[in-house]
């Protein structure tokens, strides 16, 4: 009996320890299996967090880096930061950054939410360069560095004599930073000022350049750079709207021709507020095509102050409406707020209001000029841009020539003027005044009002001047 029952408990040992055997594998390849796939789902999650900011690829796709990328500038592929050195810009000041800056801004610009970077502590010789789009939206230029103007007026090419950096067809685009602009305008004034003297050669251009520039663009922001010496008009905007510009500093000497601080025309739904501006003309200057315009807590001068037009030369129609001017300081500057209008010209301008306007040693704090003119001498016209619907309130502080010059056409009178809390004293400083000049206005004024030869300043009862204003206005709606 012991001799059958051996063979079978033998048969039945070896069956338990293949079981076993099994066993074991099983477990250990499953362990195997279950560690490899924890470190691939941890790799995968720690690719798509990226720096904590970036979308999954179905959402952002990355942008197409250049090759070869500096060691210290490879940056992940989820990134949406473009530093422009990492595109070959040396940031010497000397060396011509403009393709890698160029390079940045396509890839940038294909890149939701993406930031192009200009380094601080680096300086960028760009030459004349448009940065176009359409663009991904929340893009954003930030301007920590220096960004430099070709300083040589001939190096200049001459197709590119209107604007030095143009930005052009965006969208949600944002400029912002802690750097500067520096237009290096210089030379360009001195141009300017050798033309008075003697006839132009061929080697002075017919123009001078904008330092920078926006055409056709909406939902713009500007904020905290600076923007300095510019050859002509510091920041211009065109065509464009729903423009924001915020805490930025505008600077060139007073004596340097033409250079605007900003520049506006045909263009809407625009605030300018809380900025720095001395230049050596309009601190802000609003053209034809212009509406909703907020431009307040300004601090201007040196300067021509904040002026609206010239409007209407060569017998064109211009159009302005909708524009509040409060909140403003200037000082030592040639105007306070102006409206400027050439004769001949027809269109309107209505609804402007300047209010709590701090006046320092200005030659005229209120203008309105119905007969401007750039020349020595210029042709009367009969025709005019029509002015109705101004009101000036609280505009205080002291002159250095004459407190109000309000020269309105004899056709086409100023009409609906108000002038309210009027506190204009002759400034210390100068010996020389003239008295207030009004001329063709016709509205009405409330105390207080110093001089008091501004209460005998507005004509009342203006009858058939306001059916001629609304003409005007006729001719801007049907535009």
Not at 52 to 71: K, T, V, Y
Not at 102 to 123: D, R
Not at 442 to 467: N, T, W
């Amino acid at each position: 009996m012991k001799r059958d029952k051996n063979p079978r408990l033998v048969f039945l040992l070896v069956f338990l320890v293949l079981i076993f055997t099994t066993l074991s594998i099983t477990s250990v390849d499953a362990r195997k299996h279950h560690s490899k796939k924890s470190r691939s789902h941890s790799k995968h999650h720690k690719h798509r967090s990226g720096n904590g900011n970036s979308a999954p690829d179905s959402e952002n796709p990355p942008a197409p880096a250049p090759a070869p990328l500096p060691p210290y500038a490879s940056y992940p592929p989820q990134s949406r930061i473009f530093d422009v050195l990492s595109f070959g810009a040396k940031g010497d000041g000397i060396s011509d950054d403009s393709k890698a800056l160029l390079a940045a801004w396509g890839a940038a610009c294909k890149v939701p939410g993406a930031t192009l970077e200009i380094p601080s502590e680096f300086k960028f010789l760009i030459e004349p360069i448009t940065l176009q789009g359409p663009c991904m939206p929340r893009l954003v230029l930030q301007i920590d560095g220096t960004l430099l103007a070709p300083p040589k007026v001939a190096s200049w090419p001459k197709s590119s004599l209107f604007q030095w950096i143009n930005f052009k067809w965006l969208h949600n685009f944002t400029i912002q930073g802690t750097g500067t602009v520096d237009g290096q305008g210089s030379n360009w004034w001195s141009l300017s000022q050798i033309h008075y003297i003697q006839k132009r050669s061929k080697d002075i251009p017919n123009m001078k350049p904008t330092a920078l520039r926006f055409y056709a663009s909406y939902d713009v922001t500007v904020c905290n750079i600076r923007i300095i010496n510019s050859p002509q008009c510091h920041l211009k905007f065109d065509y464009s709207g729903r423009v924001n510009v915020t805490n930025i500093t505008i600077s060139s000497p007073e004596n340097s021709p033409n250079t605007d601080g900003i520049h506006l025309q045909n263009t809407q739904d625009v605030e300018i507020q809380h900025s720095n501006i001395g230049c050596g003309d309009d601190c802000v200057s609003i053209q034809t095509g212009c509406s909703n315009v907020h431009v307040h807590h300004i601090n201007c001068g040196p300067g021509h102050g904040i002026s609206l037009g010239g409007l209407g030369k060569e017998k064109s129609a211009a159009c302005v409406s909708n524009l509040v001017v409060d909140n403003i300081s200037v000082q030592n500057a040639l105007y306070g707020v102006r409206i400027k209008t050439w004769q001949g010209g027809i269109g309107s301008v209505k609804n402007v209001s300047f209010s709590n306007i701090q006046v320092s040693d200005v030659k005229v704090p209120i203008m309105i000029d119905q007969y401007y003119c750039d020349k020595h001498i210029c042709k009367n016209q009969t025709g005019a841009v029509a002015i109705s619907g101004v009101t000036y309130n609280q505009i205080i502080g002291t002159y250095s020539v004459q407190p109000i010059h309000l020269a309105c056409s004899n056709n086409v009178p100023c009409t609906d003027v108000d002038l309210i809390d009027i506190q204009l004293n002759p400034s210390p400083r100068y010996r020389s005044f003239q008295q207030a000049l009004c001329w063709n206005s016709y509205g009405k004024s409330q105390a207080p009002l110093v001089p008091s030869s501004i209460d005998y300043c507005l004509r009342r009862h203006s009858g058939s001047f306001m059916e001629i204003a609304k003409s005007h206005e006729i001719i801007c709606q049907r535009s």
